[in-house]
């Protein structure tokens, strides 16, 4: 009886590790919720919102640094130090594939920091517009993929200005429809972000359009020719220093650039073929986004997968008994 009562008593370890291993299993290559940046992607989702990525959509990444504290991704709050172990494992991304034009895509901001592993650098989330091969222009407001222009969400959020004399008559028109924009003042005028829906909604009810008018701000007007993926992009002087930084960044290659032309030490690069596709995304909120407009094209390597649904919500702005929205509960995208 003594013996039977001791194997009774055994600690489950075969059963705790096995779960924990299924927990790891999944969070790593399977799919796990994110808590959405403040400002990123308004309307479309909201601060506050969790939302459900399924990592291997577009391929499977192996962990880095495989070794970490549960629920802090980079840091442990007032302590600063690292939440997990880096091993020096390299990236490998395995079975790669493509995202589909317009997903919306969770992945790593790319920075120079080379010193944190690609899987612990900052998460955000943005929509994925350009692909390999792909020429993208924004032109005040007027976006271009290969010369067409692309239709972008009504909810995206840009900044409008409105001189001083006018803010009275916007200021009744947004109370009579129910908008409720971010401001801010600016010299002699004041500065709204809207989204695009709201701004038609407003626009339709001035006696003329240029009451409000939009920000043309630098960062909004670009050109960039995204490199190929699977065959060789030739160097020219438009494009030098843009395949230069992606090899130098994201390919390990140590080149310069001397009078629009690339070179590895005395032998110039005529053409590369990349190791992997670069994309171009944007966040939705265009004015407070962080995104390609940011730091460049980005690397297949820094993806972590695909925004499926909203489960949960909350707005941490409202009183606990008030702040959970319902209505967002398993919301598709």
Known sequence: MKSEDVQKRKFPWKLIVGIILSVWL?????????????????????????????????????????????????????????SYFSLGIPEIYLFRKFPDRNDIVVFNIPSLERDIPVDRKKITVARCIGFPGDTVS?????????????????????????????????DSLFLKLNINPVSTKIGKKSLYFLSRYDYFRVKSLLASPDLLQGVNLDRNNFQI???????????????????????????????????????????????????????????DNREMGTDSRSFGALPHSHLVGKGSCVWFSFDSGKPFYKGFRLDRVFKFL
Not at 139 to 144: A, F, N, P, S, T
Not at 227 to 235: C, D, K, L, Y
């Open 138 to 170: 924004l032109q005040r407001g007027v976006l271009r993929i290969n010369g067409d222009i692309v239709a972008q969400p009504l909810r995206a959020i840009d900044a409008y200005f409105c001189a001083d004399s006018v803010k009275s008559v916007i």
């Open 26 to 82: 999944l969070r790593s290559f399977c799919a796990e919720s994110f808590r959405i940046p403040a400002n990123q992607m308004e309307n479309t989702l909201l601060e506050g919102d969790h939302l459900w990525v399924w990592k291997s959509c577009y391929g499977m990444r192996m962990p880095q640094t495989p070794f970490s504290l549960p629920f802090y991704h980079d840091t442990i709050p007032g302590l600063k130090i690292r």
């Open 225 to 283: 020719v995204l490199p190929s993926f699977g065959e060789a992009t030739s160097v020219n002087a438009g494009n030098a220093s843009f395949i230069a930084q992606l090899m130098s960044i994201y390919e390990g290659r140590e080149v310069q650039v001397r009078d629009g032309r690339i070179y590895d030490g005395e032998t110039e690069i005529v053409s590369y073929r990349f190791a992997q596709p670069y994309y171009w995304v944007l966040a």
